[in-house]
Nanobody, 115 residues
Framework: QVQLVESGGGLVQAGGSLRLSCVVSRNIFNLGVLGWYRQAPGKQREMVAK???????RYGDSVKGRFTISRDIYKNTVYLQMNSLEVEDTANYYC?????????WGQGIQVTVSS
């Protein structure tokens, strides 16, 4: 079992920055893929960013060049640095972990970008 707890969301103006954090209940050194997804009202959940145990990263097309995913294995935490935020980034953001072929999700945290 893996518990994921997100923090760092909130309200920000367009062009601003936020950093999301996700504390993982297990040692993340070899845990599996970690990542962030988001879901806006009336839309499907979409992948924002992923990072593997080899620190290979992958980003959704809409956030490339603006968002950066990273992890701290000593704090068992995965981060999402979000820069140049746009109104379209407004969504509930979910931390994700794949462990032993099972998917685990955080409860989600709201990010609202105002114009």
């Amino acid at each position: 079992q893996v518990q994921l707890v997100e923090s760092g969301g909130g309200l920000v103006q367009a062009g601003g920055s936020l950093r999301l954090s996700c504390v993982v209940s297990r040692n993340i050194f070899n845990l599996g893929v970690l990542g962030w997804y988001r879901q806006a009202p009336g839309k499907q959940r979409e992948m924002v960013a992923k990072i593997t145990t080899s620190r290979i990263t992958r980003y959704g097309d809409s956030v490339k060049g603006r968002f950066t995913i990273s992890r701290d294995i000593y704090k068992n935490t995965v981060y999402l640095q979000m820069n140049s935020l746009e109104v379209e980034d407004t969504a509930n953001y979910y931390c994700y972990a794949n462990f032993r072929d099972r998917d685990f999700w955080g409860q989600g945290i709201q990010v609202t970008v105002s114009s």
